[in-house]
């Protein structure tokens, strides 16, 4: 697999995991109005911390000036 097919195959996995984090969050705002929100919060950590190794795998595939703005990019999400 070429490295653009790599960055590529990262980031839609990526973006997968943003979705999810996305949704979880969502449902920790509706599980904390019900005050059952430890399981929830618990599966949205173990979803960050995936979301995070993405993130780290992803840069170790980029040229040091793409770096700067995928860190920006995760940053603001």
Do not use: P
């Not at 969502?26 to 979803?47: F, G, P, T, Y």
């Amino acid at each position: 697999m070429s490295k653009e097919e790599e960055v590529t195959a990262v980031k839609k996995k990526r973006r997968f995991l943003r979705k999810s984090v996305t949704d979880s969050l969502k449902s920790v705002d509706e599980a904390l109005s019900l005050q059952d929100n430890h399981a929830r919060i618990h599966v949205l950590k173990d979803k960050w911390n995936d979301l995070q190794e993405v993130q780290a795998s992803l840069c170790t595939y980029l040229e040091y000036k793409e770096i700067g703005q995928e860190c920006e990019s995760h940053r603001e999400y």
